[in-house]
């Protein structure tokens, strides 16, 4: 692992602790800002710090992003449409108790995708393969970025007090209603109902996508 991943992941155990340490507050912010803006396009928040997500698009093919190798579970263009779906429905849906992103302007169609889940469980190779092929890149990139920006709003709006509040169970069925999980996924309303707001800031919008962003780097080598 390079320096700027093992430094990350130093950075995500101080935002652990500092999340479940009264009176860190603004440290928490500040920290999870940080994460937040590396696991996104540098253009997402204009902080001037190093992108993963830079690193997965600069310079690469429309082949290898949409390429799904033997083997191989996924396409670079199917994980990050799928870390966008997640942090929208954790952050927006969840968090914020707001509309998602997806739900607004038509993101469906400019995207040109029918799903409107995050396709954990549900998607057959061929479905995945069918997404990666036709979903829009630009517009992919254009809903991330929405996304991002919209994720940290609603992280500075966050009170001191509301980081060890639990997720509504009101907005965990909303989004079984809206269609964003499937009852083949239910696991995740189980999972996510169990996190405090300080929880849900430590994977989904951090972590999650670090993850696959590294996943997609290696779908990258594999493919160019």
């Known amino acids: 692992m390079d320096t700027r991943r093992t430094l990350w992941n130093e950075q995500h155990k101080l935002l652990r602790e500092a999340l479940n340490t009264p009176g860190e507050h603004p440290t928490a912010l500040d920290l999870f800002l940080r994460q937040h803006a590396m696991v996104h396009d540098a253009e997402m928040s204009d902080s001037g710090l190093h992108s993963f997500a830079d690193e997965v698009w600069r310079g690469a093919l429309e082949a290898t992003l949409r390429c799904l190798p033997p083997a191989l579970e996924h396409s670079i263009v199917w994980l990050i449409w799928h870390i966008a779906r997640i942090e929208d429905m954790t952050m927006n849906g969840l968090l914020a108790g707001k509309p998602q992103i997806f ?112 996943e997609a780097m290696i779908l990258r080598r594999k493919c160019q």
């Open 103 to 214: 739900f607004q302007g038509d993101w469906h169609k400019k995207l040109n995708i029918t799903e409107k889940h995050s396709g954990n469980v549900v998607m057959e190779e061929a479905d995945v393969t069918a997404l990666s092929q036709r979903v829009d890149i630009e517009a992919l990139k254009d809903y991330r970025l929405a996304v991002g920006r919209s994720t940290r709003e609603a992280v500075k709006a966050l009170q001191p007090d509301e980081f060890n509040v639990k997720v509504d169970p009101v907005h965990l069925q909303e989004l079984l209603e809206n269609g964003s999980v499937v009852k083949e996924a239910i696991d995740l309303l189980d999972y996510w109902g169990k996190l405090t707001k300080a929880g849900l800031l430590l994977m989904p919008p951090t972590r999650h996508n670090f993850v696959h962003l590294n």
